[in-house]
């Protein structure tokens, strides 16, 4: 099953050029499907995958800025959303541009939590979990097999 899976993936998603600016379109993106195209690629086909799909994009992940201009509810998780893919190209490449984009975004998603704390249907209800998905693909790769923190 998992190679039939990996090959059906790789087909399918190694060739598709997808855009982050689309993230930005109105009326704001639950998710970025450009970052779960990258966390798709890394976790299932493997970070050489992901490698070589991002060396056909013209990316700089030092322009890459998180979302400030939110168009709806559900654009409240875009930059989460990206945090995880940006944690993928930062796995797969080892380039810390990757790492630091993933942290801009992570910043900019625990920002909204004084401001939309209160708002449930909104925010309450899943854009932490979205955040907290994102710190825990980072605090995973720096735990040691015992599960306890690196230094």
Do not use: K
Not at 20 to 39: I, K, N, T, V, Y
Not at 47 to 74: C, K, M, N, V
Not at 118 to 145: K, M
Request: aromatic share 10%; proline share 3%.
């Amino acid at each position: 099953m998992r190679g039939a899976l990996t090959q059906l993936i790789g087909e399918r998603f190694t060739g598709r050029e997808l855009s982050l600016s689309s993230d930005a379109e109105m009326p704001g993106a639950f998710f970025s499907r450009w970052a779960l195209q990258a966390h798709l690629l890394e976790g299932t086909i493997g970070p050489r995958a992901l490698a070589g799909w991002l060396g056909g994009q013209a990316l700089d992940p030092t322009q890459i800025e998180a979302l400030t201009d939110l168009h709806s509810s559900h654009h409240l998780g875009t930059n989460a959303t990206r945090a995880w893919g940006f944690w993928s190209c930062y796995r797969a490449t080892g380039d810390d541009d990757w790492r630091d984009a993933f942290t801009r975004h992570l910043s900019a998603s625990i920002d909204l939590h004084d401001s939309w704390c209160h708002d449930r249907r909104a925010y309450g209800h899943w854009v932490p979990q979205f955040t907290l998905y994102a710190i825990h693909l980072a605090t995973e790769d720096s735990a040691d097999a015992n599960g306890d923190a690196l230094r």
